[in-house]
């Protein structure tokens, strides 16, 4: 009886063990399948010229993601130009001439104008951040992949990196009233065409990499694109001295990440969470890169460039918002998923507003203590 014990013991142990070398095998083998396979590459664009941070951003992004994969996933990202123009990065990624790019949701106003709500406008009161936290957790990243429907584009939407609010624009001399727009050639873009347009304004929407050379040529009188640092390596400087900041046309924009759906559907569940986890991660970086380096440009162009910046008069602001109004309505009742979007920031802004003005303690007043005229870091 012992003996058979000891006997089926024996065989059991054989049995197990010869079972976990064949699972072992198999987990071996597994990885190897992929290997064979081979690193998946892909080939992308961004809308913006190699010289802007913005660029940067988007090397910044791929090199996450080609770091987090080991290189089982290589995403090599060109400048605007390099393959299609930057406004049709878009078709370019829904038809496969690209794998993937870098831009933002407002260059697609053209398409379907509810895109631009992405971008453009004041953003009921939402900075950059909440309204990616509406797009997360608040209905937008299902609209935005509803729009994307509508319009057949064969795509995957990821977003991600705050923008800080952009300036009104550079000029050739400071504006002071709305009235001071009208007759302008300007420059911008998504549903601010239609705002500077309602302020009299004639516009003409250029991607970044235009902007400084139609200004030279007269082409514009006026301009704006987005923060100190890309202004500056673009050349701002170079055709005007005059800049004034803050501004409801873009006050909370971010990034767009686009794969082509196709290819992006391919790819192995893992390396989707890693892509989803990189947007994210480089999200946060690029906000920490942005205050590090928009803040060094906008010295450097005050002391080294002279440039003289000026805020936006609240009159033209208040004159801003009472034009988006009269868009925004315009545009709702002719485009059901336009008038949806709006529906679905509002109802978020109102509640995450509210508890931000109520909970947030206002900067300015430490900012004087400290920095201004009687500042007192000097003594600290």
Known sequence: MKRRTQTGGSTSRRKFLSGAAMAGAAMVAAPSIVKAQGPVSMRWQSTWPSKDIFHEFALDFAKKVNDMTGGDLNIEVLPAGAVVPAFGLLDAVSQGTLDGGHGVVAYHYGKQSALALWGSGPGFAMDANMLLAWHKYGGGKELLAKLYESIGANVVSLLYGPMPTQPLGWFKKPVAKAEDIEGLKFRTVGISIDVFTG??????????????????????????????????????????????????????????????????????????????????????????????????????????????????????????????????????????????????????????????????????????????????????
């Not at 704006?224 to 924009?253: T, W």
């Not at 990440?257 to 989707?272: R, S, V």
């Not at 991660?281 to 450097?300: E, F, G, L, P, T």
């Open 199 to 380: 302020l009299g304004a004639a516009v003409n929407a250029l991607p970044g990499g235009e902007i400084v050379a139609a200004l030279d040529r007269g082409l514009l009188d006026a301009a704006e694109f987005n923060n100190a640092s890309s202004d500056r390596v673009l050349g701002f400087p170079d055709v005007s001295k005059i800049c004034m900041l803050q501004s409801y046309h873009q006050n909370a924009e971010q990034f767009e990440i686009l794969f082509n759906k196709a290819k992006y559907d391919g790819l192995p569940e893992q390396m989707k969470a890693i892509i989803s986890n990189a947007a994210e991660a480089a999200s946060q970086d690029m906000h920490w890169k942005a205050i590090d380096r928009y803040s060094k440009d906008y010295v450097a162009m005050q002391t080294d460039d002279q440039v003289k910046f000026y805020k936006t008069p609240d009159a033209i602001l208040k004159r801003q918002l009472e034009v988006y109004d009269e868009v925004v309505k315009k545009k709702a009742a002719e485009n059901p998923l336009f008038k949806e979007v709006i529906q679905s920031q509002i109802a978020f802004a109102d509640r995450a507003t509210r508890w931000e003005q109520d909970t947030v303690v206002g900067r300015r007043l430490v900012f004087d203590h400290y920095f201004g005229q009687e500042g007192v870091a000097k003594e600290l």
